[in-house]
């Protein structure tokens, strides 16, 4: 049977691990300056219905490495859900390529596209969660820490996307993950009781970040307003002033505490110069490991391990 790879919880803990052991061997494989053909003569479409230019670059130039091909989609080239049905789309696509990546705004047209796909399907981003992203935010801690234990992870700002994919990893690897967000842009109640009641990890809401990031690890930022929430974006800033990640905030943190953030910043936003710059951060060792966690995710698909 096909496997895909929509959200974090479609793999099991030990599925994530083989995973991340993966992009760390691609990833020293690479800096060494090999490049081994895993997928050799493989094809994907990658289908953007959202623009993104790391998602694009990181899958594309990570096929290239894996000895296959990736051919970028447009939003103007398909239209999905619009111009063409989803599941039409789906199985013109299985028909010409081994794998499919999928950039889209509503998440059941993700569902829609694995369900009627015959290869493999990978979950780019969409409004319900960006799953590749933690991953590769995930081997990047572990990266610089050398180790997942005793982890406590701080998310700061608008429950979105990438707060819903950390939810969900907290369901798979053991650690303490605060969300803190304004009052009305919580994560969904359903998704942090499952995480609560996977019994893996310490999951909290808490509405003063100062409060939130005490002992923290790792503070992780995102926009407070994402594509499709421009109309918004007066009200968030106003919403989110106090949730600033700045100087003020990491002193409250750990002295070692990382700082991240999935890009594209809106500096002296969400973030200042002084934190995105600082020697705390690791944001761009972070945006280099989409591509070896995505490669290692692809070949994974494949029943490519090692």
Known sequence: MKKDFLEITDFTTEELWET???AKKIKDEVKSGKFIPRLADKTMSMVFAKPSARTRVSFEIGMVQLGGYALYLSPNDIGIGKREAVKDIARVLS???????????????????????????????????????????????WEHRGNLDNLKVVFVGDGNNVANSWIN??????????????CGYEPEQWLLDKAKNAGLSTVEAIA???EAVKNA??????????????????????????????????????????????????????????????????????????????????????????
Request: aromatic fraction near 8%.
């Open 20 to 22: 991340l052991e993966l």
């Open 95 to 141: 028909g010409y390529n081994d794998i499919i990546m999928a950039r889209l705004f509503d998440h059941k047209h993700m569902e829609e596209m694995a369900k009627y796909a015959t290869v493999p399907v990978i979950n780019g981003l969409t409004d319900y969660n960006h799953p590749c992203q933690v991953m590769a935010d995930i081997m990047t801690v």
């Open 169 to 182: 990893l907290a369901c798979r690897l053991p650690m303490h993950f605060v969300i803190s967000t304004p």
């Open 208 to 210: 003063d970040p100062l």
């Open 217 to 306: 690890d790792v503070i992780y930022a995102d926009v407070w307003t994402s594509m499709g929430q421009e109309e918004e974006k007066a009200k968030r800033l106003s919403d989110f002033a106090e949730f600033q990640i700045n100087a003020e905030m990491l002193s409250h943190a750990k002295p070692d505490c990382k700082i991240m953030h999935c890009l594209p910043a809106h500096r002296g936003e969400e973030i200042t110069d002084e934190v995105l710059d600082g020697p705390n951060s690791i944001v761009f060792d972070e945006a280099e490991n989409r591509m070896h966690a995505q490669k290692a995710i692809i070949s994974f698909l494949f029943g490519i391990t090692k």
